[in-house]
């Protein structure tokens, strides 16, 4: 579905990784994983299609990047749900409007309904509906995060540490439902610096863990 080869990217005269390549196939879940500053968060954007690659091939649905108009990737941005290190909300608008808010974007309100409040039983915000972002924990505006995510149904779920700033209990829980996304066949891709978050997970679904470092991505291997 996302298909990144021998791709290089080069930031302020510096080149940040070359030489990469990356399939997400559909029921895939890769960790990715590394030191600060090694182009985790730039990769994923290459996977979305927020940057362009300075040199190599990003396919997104068998099209390479390159060749889509802004609107073709608008497009296939919408089947992919991401959730951002720092997840932004409307601050004064209530958590079951900002999860429904992309399909309000896309032109589909009229699709909010029992799915939405299904949605939010998932994530365990049912209770929060009506509250407004401010007054969520950082575990909340996460699982928040997450369902506005794949509000639009996509078949790709990008998440940029998204335990990052919240405990160990709300981790695993936040973890265990992008596993169940991965069982209903999501391809998920998932940044990270926590390895013992990806030594918990790999007990519950077969994952790839990989390592960007130095330029080059590559398996984690056994010493993970």
């Known amino acids: 579905m996302i298909e990144l080869e021998n791709v290089a990217y080069t930031y302020g005269g510096g080149e940040l990784f070359s030489d990469l390549s990356l399939t997400l196939a559909p029921g895939s879940f890769h960790f990715l994983t590394g030191p600060s500053g090694a182009g985790k968060t730039t990769l994923l954007k290459l996977c979305y299609g927020e940057l362009v690659?300075?040199?190599?091939?990003?396919?997104?649905?068998?099209?390479?990047?390159?060749?889509?108009?802004?609107?073709?990737?608008?497009?296939?941005?919408?089947?992919?749900?991401?959730?951002?290190?720092?997840?932004?909300?409307?601050?004064?608008?209530?958590?079951?409007?900002?999860?429904?808010?992309?399909?309000?974007?896309?032109?589909?309100?009229?699709?909010?309904g029992s799915d939405l409040d299904d949605l939010l039983g998932w994530v365990g915000l049912s209770k929060q509906a009506s509250q407004l972002p401010p007054e969520l924990s950082g575990g909340e505006r996460q699982r928040a995060a997450l369902a506005r995510a794949v509000i639009m149904s996509p078949e790709v779920i990008i998440?940029?540490?998204?335990?990052?700033?919240?405990?160990?209990?709300?981790?695993?829980?936040?973890m265990a439902l992008l596993v169940e996304l991965n069982r209903m066949g999501n391809a998920v891709l998932v940044a990270t610096h926590d390895l013992a978050l990806i030594r918990a997970a790999k007990s519950q679904v077969q994952a790839r863990v990989l390592r960007l470092r130095d330029r080059k991505l590559m398996a984690a291997g056994a010493d993970l």
């Not at 998440?159 to 936040?174: C, H, K, Y």
């Open 159 to 174: 998440a940029d540490e998204p335990t990052g700033n919240i405990d160990w209990e709300m981790s695993q829980r936040l």
């Open 53 to 112: 690659a300075t040199s190599g091939d990003v396919r997104l649905f068998g099209e390479d990047v390159r060749n889509m108009d802004r609107d073709a990737v608008a497009f296939a941005r919408r089947r992919i749900g991401v959730v951002h290190q720092d997840c932004q909300f409307l601050d004064h608008l209530p958590v079951a409007e900002n999860v429904a808010l992309p399909l309000t974007v896309a032109g589909r309100g009229g699709e909010v």
